[in-house]
C-alpha cells in the first residue's frame, strides 16, 4: 500500500502496511487529530466466521479496561462493518523477536526488566479477568527498553482453545501452554507459561522447546522437555517454575513479578530446578509425528493436596476492579439505549398484555439460544442446564408479575383488568431484570453495541427512543387510571 493512499477506515485514515499475521493485516493510520494509530485488519476468512466476530466483540469490550503502561490500549473497533477491524496503541520500536535475531540475546539486566514489565502486563491485563493466550517475542515491543505487549486479544480468535480449525492453526509451537495443545482447559496459567518461553527467548536466542517438526516442539511442550540448561544459572529456578507441565503448580503472574523483582545476575540463583521440568534431549528433534491421544498420562496430584493448592490460588489471583459508575458516560452508551428500549416494551406490554407479552417472551428466548450459541466451548453449559435455568426464570418471571398485579389490586383503587394489564408488564420487565436473566442482558447490550457501534449513531437513537419511550410510558399509565 502507497504511503500516498488516502483509504479510511471508519474515522482512520490508513497510512500503510506495517505487518501481517494469521488474523489480519496491520496498518499504520492517523486519527482524527493525527494521532499514529495501529489498525488491524481481519483477514476475509476470519471475518466470515460470526462467532470469532461475536467472541472478538466481547473480549474488545473487556480489554478496553486494561490500564497498563505495559499493554498497548485498545483505543476503538468496528467489528460489525464489511471489514472489521480493531485500533490499538501504536508503538515505535522492535519486536522482543526482531531485536534478539538482529542483536543477540538481551543483556542480563535487560532480561530482567523485561521480566519485570511482562510480569506486570500480566497482573494488568488478569485483573481484568482476561487470558491472553498468545504471548510470544513476536506480539513483545521493545519500547525505549521497556516492553509492551501488543496484538492483544487477535491472535486468540478462533477459539483458542483449539489447535486447529478448518486447517488454521492458532498460536505458535514453542510458546503454547501444554493445556492449550492437550484441547484442555485454559487458565491465566498458560500466560505465565508463555511469558516464561518468551522470556528464555530473550536471554538465549533460542526457543525454549527446541526447533524441528510441528510435532517434536509439541512434545517437548507437553513433557516439559524445556532448555533450562541453556538459560543464565541465575535465570533457571525462575523458568523452571513457570513452565511446569501442570498448571496449578506455577506461580501466578503477581508471584512470578514478586520473584522477578528478586532476580540478581551477579548473585546466586533463586531456588533449583525443579525434576518435573526435564532438558531438551537433542534426538526430540528427530521424533516421529505424535498421537496425542495415547501420551503418557501425568501422575495426577494427590487428591488431598489439590484442593489447597487451588484455594491458595484462588486467593492471591487479582480481581477484576470494580468500574465507578459514570453517568454522562451511560447516557451516551448502548446502555442507555436498552433501557429505554426496555420501558417502551413494558409499556406497551401494559397496553396490549397478551400479544406483546408473548413477543417479550419470544425476544428473551431468542437471545438465550444466541447467548448459548455463541458461549465459548469450554464454559458452555450443557443444553439440558439452559433449558432448565430457561424454564425456571420464566416462571419466576410470572409469579414476579402475578404478585406484583395482585398486590396492585389489593393496595389501590385499579380494576381486575388494569391490575393484570399492569401484572403483564412486570413479568416483561421480570424477563430483563429478575435473576438469572445475566444472559439475556449480556446478549441483547452486545446486539445493541454491534449496532451502535460509534457515539453518533447512540445519540441518534437515544434521541429517537427517549420520546417514543415517554410518549408509551404516558399512554400506559392515562389507561390504567
Known amino acids: 500500500m502507497s504511503t500516498q493512499t488516502q483509504e479510511h477506515l471508519g ?39 460470526l462467532k470469532a466476530r461475536d467472541r472478538l ?8 479496561r486494561v490500564r497498563s503502561r505495559y499493554v498497548a490500549e485498545v483505543i476503538d473497533a468496528e467489528l460489525s ?16 523477536e526482531d531485536t534478539v535475531l538482529s542483536q543477540g540475546p538481551l543483556e542480563a539486566r535487560e532480561v530482567v526488566r523485561l521480566a519485570e514489565g511482562l510480569c506486570q502486563a500480566l497482573v494488568d491485563v488478569h485483573a481484568a479477568g482476561v487470558i491472553h493466550r498468545d504471548l510470544k517475542p513476536t506480539n513483545v515491543m521493545l519500547v525505549d527498553g521497556e516492553p509492551l505487549v501488543i496484538d492483544f486479544g487477535i491472535a486468540h480468535l478462533v477459539n483458542a482453545s483449539r489447535l486447529t480449525q478448518t486447517g488454521m492453526f492458532v498460536g505458535t509451537p514453542g510458546y503454547l501452554a501444554p493445556e492449550i495443545i492437550r484441547d484442555s482447559q485454559i487458565t491465566q496459567a498458560a500466560d505465565v507459561h508463555a511469558l ?64 522477578a523483582r528478586a532476580l540478581d545476575p551477579a548473585g546466586r540463583p533463586p531456588g533449583r530446578i525443579s525434576e518435573r521440568t526435564l532438558t531438551m534431549d537433542i534426538v526430540s ?84 439460544a444466541a447467548d448459548h450459541y455463541f ?13 432448565l435455568v430457561t424454564a425456571g426464570h420464566m416462571f419466576l418471571s410470572l409469579a414476579f408479575g402475578l404478585v406484583a398485579g395482585s398486590l396492585l389490586h389489593m393496595a389501590g383503587r385499579l380494576s381486575g383488568s388494569h391490575a ?60 390504567g387510571l
Not at 502496511?17 to 485488519?41: F, S, Y
Not at 462493518?81 to 522482543?96: D, E, H, M, S
Not at 507441565?245 to 508471584?255: G, L, M, N, T
Open 285 to 368: 528433534d528427530l521424533l516421529p509425528p505424535v498421537e496425542y491421544a495415547a501420551r503418557r498420562q501425568e501422575e495426577p496430584p494427590s487428591p488431598a493436596a489439590a484442593p489447597t493448592v487451588h484455594a491458595a490460588r484462588e486467593r492471591e489471583r487479582p480481581q477484576a476492579p470494580a468500574e465507578p459508575f459514570d453517568l454522562r458516560r451511560f447516557l451516551h452508551s448502548s446502555g442507555f439505549v436498552g433501557v429505554l428500549m426496555l420501558v417502551t416494551l413494558v409499556a406497551f406490554t401494559v397496553l396490549m398484555p397478551v400479544a406483546v407479552g408473548l413477543v417479550a417472551a419470544a425476544i428473551t428466548l431468542a437471545l438465550r
Open 420 to 479: 393484570e394489564s399492569l401484572a403483564a408488564g412486570a413479568f416483561t420487565l421480570g424477563l430483563f431484570v429478575l435473576p438469572g436473566a445475566g444472559a439475556v442482558r449480556r446478549t441483547a447490550s452486545n446486539a445493541l453495541a454491534r449496532l451502535l457501534p460509534g457515539r453518533s449513531p447512540i445519540v441518534v437513537t437515544v434521541a429517537v427512543m427517549g420520546p417514543v419511550a415517554l410518549t408509551s410510558v404516558i399512554i400506559a399509565l392515562v389507561q
Open 196 to 259: 516464561a518461553s518468551t522470556v528464555f527467548f530473550a536471554a538465549t536466542g533460542l526457543p525454549p522447546f527446541g526447533t524441528g517438526t510441528f510435532e517434536a516442539v509439541c512434545f517437548n511442550t507437553m513433557e516439559g522437555r524445556a532448555q533450562i540448561d541453556k538459560a543464565p544459572a541465575w535465570l533457571r529456578g525462575w523458568l523452571s517454575l513457570a513452565l511446569q507441565v501442570d498448571p496449578a503448580a506455577r506461580p501466578s503472574a503477581r508471584e512470578l513479578l514478586r520473584m
Open 57 to 64: 466483540f466481547r473480549e474488545v469490550e473487556t480489554m478496553r
Open 375 to 387: 458461549a465459548e466451548t469450554e464454559t458452555r453449559p450443557t443444553l439440558s442446564r439452559t433449558a
Open 11 to 49: 474515522p482512520y485514515r490508513v497510512i500503510g502496511k506495517i505487518g501481517e499475521g494469521g488474523m489480519g493485516v496491520v496498518h499504520l493510520g492517523l486519527d482524527g487529530a493525527g494521532r499514529e494509530v495501529a489498525i488491524k485488519v481481519l483477514h476475509p476468512h476470519v471475518a466470515a466466521d
Open 81 to 96: 462493518g464489511g471489514r472489521p477491524f480493531v485500533v490499538t496503541q501504536f508503538a515505535k520500536g522492535r519486536t522482543l
